[in-house]
């Protein structure tokens, strides 16, 4: 079975740290662009980071950039994502998300598996 | 950045009814267009990629149409397991994949 499972969540203070994992199982974890995803209680989805296959290019949310770092472990099949600097804004649930692809460029992208998520809130 | 914007945000409507959500790009995204469904307390589940094609495993109820700026998803015939909120997203620019607003379909 194709599966994601998110970890890492917690409570933590404003500007503090926290690390979260998602752990891939049932496909080619290394073939596989990642993203991770958050959604604010009772908001929407809001995009947060992508990642390729090898873990070379990455690419972050505005909101996030220089504060958060998206990284995967392959011969571990995990994805991570380095929070730092922690605000309330950043209260969320945080899902992990698999990238699959079609069209003759392979380029028409979106987000086939999704993790259960894991909370992430940030108050003091 | 391209913004996404949907209507409505929020809609009541009965069993058999056959439901129109719409989305709305800042700019042309040709088909790179994806719909999700999220029920209360679970995660996203995929419904329509490029903007036109049904994810293995959905009802056929469910289509996609649209290109450019102005897309569409259409419920035929809407099912009691259908109540739930939609997000439209974008895959034209991978450098943010922005989601809009979110449509809640709720029981009249």
């Known amino acids: 079975e194709v599966q994601l499972v998110e970890s890492g969540g917690g409570l933590v203070q404003p500007g503090g740290s926290l690390r979260l994992s998602c752990a891939a199982s049932g496909f080619t974890f290394s073939s596989y662009w990642m993203h991770w995803v958050r959604q604010a209680p009772g908001k929407g989805l809001v995009w947060v980071s992508r990642?390729?296959?090898?873990?070379?290019?990455?690419s972050y949310a505005d909101s996030v950039k220089g504060r958060f770092t998206i990284s995967r472990d392959n011969a571990k099949n995990t994805l991570y994502l380095q929070m730092n600097s922690l605000r309330a804004e950043d209260t969320a649930v945080y899902y992990c998300?698999?990238?699959?692809?079609?069209?003759?460029?392979?380029?028409?992208?979106?987000?086939?598996?999704w993790g259960k998520g894991t909370t992430v809130t940030v108050s003091s | 950045d391209i913004q996404m914007t949907q209507s409505p945000s929020s809609l009541s409507a009965s069993v058999g009814d056959r439901v129109t959500i719409t989305c709305r790009a800042s700019q042309s995204i040709s088909s790179y267009l994806n719909w999700y469904q999220q029920k209360p307390g679970k995660a996203p589940k995929l419904l329509i990629y490029a903007a036109s094609s049904l994810q293995s495993g959905v009802p056929s109820r469910f289509s996609g149409s649209g290109s450019g700026t102005d897309f569409t998803l259409t419920i035929s015939s809407l099912q009691p397991e259908d109540f739930a909120t939609y997000y439209c997203q974008q895959s034209y620019s991978t450098l943010g994949f922005t989601f809009g607003p979110g449509t809640k379909v709720d029981i009249k």
């Open positions: 990642i390729n296959s090898d873990g070379s290019s990455t």
């Open positions: 998300a698999r990238e699959d692809a079609v069209g003759p460029k392979a380029d028409y992208y979106y987000m086939d598996v």
